[in-house]
């Protein structure tokens, strides 16, 4: 339970100066919801099973929540029998991955989070403007692949401000930058800073790539993260915008800042005199997640959580068309 009242503690005395902060916004964004009820509906149409290709978003209970309805999991399409219904997850593929679904004779959905969609077509603008594209954020990370994968001889990555100085490029004067949606802003901005530096004709993206969800959050964390003694984020350790509040929290001065994926991972050592605890979630957890943590604490003794608003989130996005035109036809739009 949550409350933005001031009513005056009724707690014992040495409860009485606890408190619990709760980051408002948090939790899912609308990529987020969007892929998940994808997969959803995907099954109540199609039936089981309809395979996903990676994690449909980072989050262990979604995943496992969605297998146990018939969601199939695969790293590869080669995985998919030819002919089978699969769902491409939030943070995108490159266009070789449509290509093998397409000579697999798959039936894709694209739950792409279409954030993820305007980077690669600025990544494509790019490439057809002949610029050299540097693309910051993290090997490995599927939106990163899927990224340069749009244009892969005119993309190098860039994890952060020590591999500027390794940076080679054909004309210094036609450099880009875009960047993974899910980093944090001001590690996005330090990393653009240093390339700036020895490329001062830099072009920035037509508009700022870390999406509204990931600055929202990071910005919701700062407020609630100041003077805590320690701040619990709600996410999963592949997350990477869950990971990243975690370190926003202890850069804003947290005394302590963890991760979990649910109540169940919170130490009960880290409340040892721990007056004021901030709670947040990344934007693929689920709010009754977080709803177990503030359950837990509650029990030891942590007051009902007041809600700290910084922003407010009304974004909606529409279900893929593939799965729209489907659902039309089955008389369910």
């Given amino acids: 339970m949550t409350t933005d009242l001031g009513n005056p503690s009724v707690l014992p005395p040495d409860e009485a100066e606890r408190a619990v902060l709760l980051a408002a916004p948090r939790g899912y964004c609308a990529g ?37 309805r018939g969601a199939v999991f695969v790293e590869e399409l080669a995985e998919v029998p030819e002919g089978a219904t699969v769902v491409f997850s939030a943070h995108g593929v490159s266009p070789e991955v449509h290509r093998q679904a397409e000579a697999r ?33 993290h090997a490995g990370h ?12 005119h993309i190098q990555l860039v994890q952060g401000p020590d591999d500027v100085p390794g940076i080679v490029v054909r004309d210094p004067s036609r450099v880009a930058w875009l960047s ?7 590690e996005t901005m ?16 037509p508009s700022d790539d870390i999406c509204y969800a990931t600055q929202n959050r ?50 009960e050592a880290w409340l040892e005199g721990v007056r004021t605890v901030s709670v947040t979630s990344g934007a693929s957890v689920p709010e009754e997640l977080v709803a177990g943590v503030l359950d837990f604490l509650a029990e030891r003794g942590y007051p009902d959580a007041r809600a700290v608003h910084s922003a407010e989130e009304s974004l909606i996005f529409a279900l893929p068309k593939e799965l729209r035109r489907d659902l039309k036809a089955a008389g369910r739009s």
């Fill in 142 to 153: 599927e939106e990163v692949e899927g990224t340069a994968g749009e244009a892969p001889g």
């Fill in 218 to 267: 990071q910005l919701a964390v700062k407020e609630i993260a100041a003077g805590a003694d320690l701040v619990i984020v709600v996410g999963s350790a592949n997350s990477s915008n869950s990971v990243r509040l975690a370190e926003v929290a202890l850069e804003a001065g947290a005394r302590a800042a963890h991760r979990v994926d649910d109540a169940s991972e919170i130490d």
């Fill in 32 to 68: 987020v919801d969007r892929a998940v009820v994808t997969v959803e509906k995907a099954l109540d149409l199609y039936g089981a099973p309809v395979y996903v290709r990676k994690q449909i978003v980072h989050n262990k209970h979604v995943v496992a929540n969605l297998e146990a």
């Fill in 190 to 205: 330090e990393t653009v800073r240093a390339i700036r530096e020895r490329f001062p004709e830099l072009l920035d993206p």
């Fill in 105 to 137: 004779s798959l039936k894709t959905i694209d739950a792409t989070c279409p954030l993820v969609t305007k980077v690669h077509h600025e990544a494509k603008r790019f490439a057809g403007e002949d610029y050299d594209i540097l693309l910051i954020g």
């Fill in 180 to 186: 993974q949606t899910t980093l944090s802003v001001d």
